[in-house]
């Protein structure tokens, strides 16, 4: 559909969904796909992020991303939690299921 070859598109979408709908609600899926994609933006090249406007966007994205990483900024935001955060921190249910865990271990085998 997005090549404009709307008869082997509407061909495949009948064989896929052949036996699964009416054949009814296979055409109006189809054009219900169909007007989805003429709805749909038309995306730009790449080599227009590098023009106009947007090649000031485009600085100010990789600049901001370059001192994040240069600056360690994107390691702590990452990482913080794991180093001020004594072990303490983690949920009670692990406390409760080692609890468990040993309770069972320190009973034997049981006899049935």
């Given at each position: 559909m997005?090549?404009?070859r709307m008869h082997e598109a509407r061909i495949a979408?009948?064989?896929?969904r052949h036996g699964t709908m009416s054949d009814v609600a296979i055409e109006e899926e189809f054009q219900a796909l169909k007007q989805g994609l003429l709805d749909e933006t038309e995306q730009g090249k790449t080599s227009?992020?590098?023009?106009g406007n947007n090649l000031k966007?485009?600085?100010?994205?990789?600049g901001v991303n370059f001192f994040q990483q240069a600056t360690g900024q994107a390691f702590a935001s990452q990482y913080g939690k794991l180093r001020f955060c004594p072990f303490s921190c983690k949920p009670k249910g692990n406390r409760q299921l080692r609890a468990k865990l040993q309770g069972l271990a320190s009973s034997g085998p049981s006899k049935r």
């Open positions: 997005t090549k404009n979408h009948r064989e896929y227009e992020l590098f023009q966007r485009t600085s100010i994205v990789a």
